[in-house]
């Protein structure tokens, strides 16, 4: 098979093709500015052999898009998972608008993912165009929810990922166009704490403080961080008490853990569940669940990255691996199917005010996807 697309590609017509779908900001809870994105991306399949399956959104979230090729279908093939939502809320991009600066192009979500997402939509344009059928069908799933966990589209990719033989995932590359081949696990906890109230100054004695306990619980929490084995657990919200002079009745944290493997998962989550008050006429009560399991390397893994990586060697760059501490929809699939995640745009910036995608990066990872669309069987 030929190394690269029979046609040139034309690195300045894929940029403004980015460019046309970062200009519409899509923050997670704008459901209809998303579904207006996921109308535009739809609308990008007309004419190629595909069948699109719009799964309309819910719980304030908006529409994930479902395109399949028309050839492949009866068999395990190649399932791409991108998402349309971004962090930045409506208006951001009248801070950060698209505009280009050197080998920088600027724009919210346009290195977290519209950049990936739209080059894998390419390579699939390219594919079609060059009258090819890949040897496997190809999926690709957008979703309107990663940002807050994909909390309405888990199952959805969770089923097309049980169908699928490979996994690739558009998230941005890491360290200068590294590809991701594992992550940690990520757990979400809401403590509540519940004490007794009474005037601090007249009659301290007959309070027990919710906020005393909080520090305790938190003191407990930290005290599970193991850097050198990847474990943190991190209370990134506290609350508590109505008045600097009443013994606080109630307080409550919400706590974020990750994780290498899911037996650090099955070890802490049970300590954290069932944490208890240290106070007596105090109760402490914590809910949360894994939301994404860990990412391990696998052996089906790492024979998926090792393809990937002579492909890129061929067309002319290193692919090297690496591992990310954040979660992505590759959580979800890669405890039972080949996962490589990180193949989109490189560049640097997530979910800040100089988020930017390095047009470098372009060329060499649309024909990476494309390569893996024609050889992965």
């Not at 991009?93 to 950049?115: E, T």
Request: aromatic fraction near 6%.
């Amino acid at each position: 098979m030929p190394i690269a697309t029979a046609r040139p590609l034309d690195p300045d017509a894929i940029l403004d093709g980015i460019r046309r779908w970062v200009e519409i900001e899509t923050p997670t809870d704008a459901p209809d500015q998303v579904n207006k994105l996921a109308s535009i991306v739809a609308d990008g399949y007309r004419g190629l052999p595909a069948r699109l399956d719009r799964v309309a959104g819910h719980s304030g979230c908006g529409d994930h898009l479902v395109v399949r090729s028309s050839w492949g279908q009866e068999r395990p093939g190649i399932l791409v998972l991108s998402h349309l939502d971004t962090v930045h809320p409506l208006g951001f991009i009248g801070r950060l608008p698209f505009h280009v600066k050197d080998d920088s192009a600027f724009g919210p979500g346009i290195y977290d993912m519209k950049g990936g997402a739209y080059l894998a939509f390419h390579a699939f344009r390219e594919l079609c165009a060059n009258g090819e059928h890949s040897p496997l069908g190809i999926t690709h799933l957008y979703v309107s929810d990663e940002e807050i966990g994909s909390l309405t589209s888990r199952a959805l990719i969770e089923a097309e990922g049980r169908k699928a033989k490979y996994v690739l995932v558009t998230e941005p590359a890491r360290d200068g166009g590294k590809i991701v081949t594992s992550r940690k696990g990520v757990a979400r906890f809401e403590v509540f704490i519940r004490g007794v109230p009474s005037h601090a100054g007249t009659r301290p004695q007959d309070g027990r403080s919710a906020i005393r306990e909080l520090g305790s619980v938190i003191q407990t929490l930290e005290a599970m961080n193991d850097l050198s084995r990847g474990i943190t657990v991190n209370v990134g919200v506290v609350r508590g008490g109505t008045k600097p002079n009443v013994i606080a009745e109630e307080a409550y944290a919400e706590v974020d853990m990750r994780v290498p493997t899911l037996a650090d998962a099955e070890a802490l989550m049970p300590k954290i569940l069932g944490l208890t008050a240290k106070t007596e006429g105090v109760s402490v009560k914590v809910t949360g669940e894994l939301n994404r399991p860990p990412f391990e390397k696998s052996p089906g893994g790492t024979a998926l990255f090792e393809h990937a990586k002579a492909l890129a060697a061929d067309i002319g760059f290193e692919l090297r691996d690496s591992y990310s501490g954040g979660g992505s929809d590759g959580n979800f699939t890669a405890p039972f199917t080949a996962t490589l995640d990180g193949l989109g745009v490189d560049g640097e910036g997530a979910h800040t005010h100089y988020e930017q995608m390095y047009i470098s990066s372009i060329e060499p990872r649309t024909r990476l996807l494309y390569r893996l669309y024609q050889t992965l069987q």
